[in-house]
């Protein structure tokens, strides 16, 4: 859903682009309350992880592919602030040294793909865990639904900003029957990405998921007759198993979705593309200003083989949002005040 330059008018891009730097600003003080010592780290490599899954194209329909939005993802597993800033850093890697997604449009795709989907997602995760039983089941099942309704909201904003601000004349109707109807299908595939990702890191870490934090009491100790809560510190965490692992797994896993995986993605357009081709949208899209970026297009300039030219690029981009992410992320933190620590960590769900 990455919008390209030409698409969306200079002053409805314009606008965006001012709520989207709004939402970032909040979303930096928010995060303050959101990342420690361990979920800092942890950030980083969340956008790491996303910019290579959306490498992995998926087909959904005749002619159609599909990718992970990730700002369901994100919400969850570091917080809906964080996950904001997450998916933010992905977009900017992409737009600048991939050519993917408009530098003018950038407000728009901030505001669809990080704040709509982000918002969206985690308000519904938080109601649905609310009312499920107080099981890690249910964190998993609650993140498949609310990333699943993630993207056809994303794809409903954009038939909004497009009725302001699109440049083509083309019903919105059509515009809105077509985007939603495909993105229902690419939810299924966000929503299934998800929920695994989600569960693997829980079935390991629950500490580390933001979304799982409160689900059980905190345990309590007997003194003098009286129950009292256990302080943090007496909890057990997971089982102490190092965070370091997880994050190593992580990055690997990454590098070998974005390395190697991705040569076998689905080369049909995403549904974006798709629509815009078919119903016209797409009449005045402009020239990408990277586009003569030596990594344009997920290759690299002057690799002839086409497989290992997409592995090199997906290797690079990887490399580069987890230091981008991890260096924003670890700044942030680093400006947190007392009053604003992070909500206690659960001895586990």
Request: with cysteine.
């Amino acid at each position: 859903m990455h919008v390209p330059d030409g698409f969306i008018n200079a002053p409805v891009s314009a606008v965006t682009g001012v709520v989207a730097a709004g939402a970032i600003a909040v979303s930096l003080r928010g995060a303050r309350r959101e990342l420690d010592e361990r979920t800092a780290p942890l950030a980083g490599l969340v956008a790491a992880f996303i910019f290579a899954v959306q490498m992995l194209n998926f087909p959904v329909a005749a002619g159609t592919s599909g990718h992970l939005l990730g700002g369901a993802l994100a919400a969850i597993l570091v917080g809906p602030y964080t996950g904001v800033l997450c998916v933010s850093v992905v977009l900017l890697m992409q737009g600048i040294l991939f050519a993917d997604g408009g530098l003018t449009a950038l407000g728009v795709n901030i505001t669809d793909m990080a704040i709509v989907t982000t918002v969206v997602s985690y308000a519904l995760f938080r109601g649905l865990v609310k009312v499920l039983p107080r099981k890690r089941r249910s964190v998993t099942v609650a993140s498949f639904v609310a990333a699943l309704l993630s993207v056809p909201a994303a794809a409903l904003a954009f038939t909004f900003i497009y009725a302001i601000g699109g440049t083509t004349d083309v019903a919105i109707s059509k515009v809105a029957t077509a985007m939603i109807g495909v993105h229902v299908l690419i939810g299924i595939g966000e929503a299934t990405i998800t929920a695994l990702t989600v569960g693997a890191v829980i079935a390991v870490r629950p500490d580390l998921v933001y979304g799982a934090r409160g689900l059980q009491q905190r345990l309590k100790l007997r003194v003098h007759g009286e129950l009292v809560d256990a302080p943090l510190a007496a909890a057990p965490v997971a089982a102490r198993s190092s965070h370091r692992k997880v994050w190593i797994t992580g990055l690997v896993t990454s590098l070998v979705l974005a390395g190697f995986v991705s040569f076998y993605a689905s080369a049909s357009p995403d549904g974006l593309e798709k629509v815009a081709k078919d119903e016209g949208i797409d009449a005045r899209t402009g020239k990408h200003a990277t586009e003569d970026s030596p990594l344009a297009g997920y290759g690299v300039k002057d690799v002839s083989d086409g497989r290992l030219s997409g592995g090199i690029a997906g290797v690079i981009g990887v490399g580069v949002t987890v230091v981008a992410g991890t260096g924003v992320f670890w700044a942030v933190r680093r400006r947190r005040t007392p009053d604003t620590s992070p909500t206690a960590v659960p001895e586990g769900v």
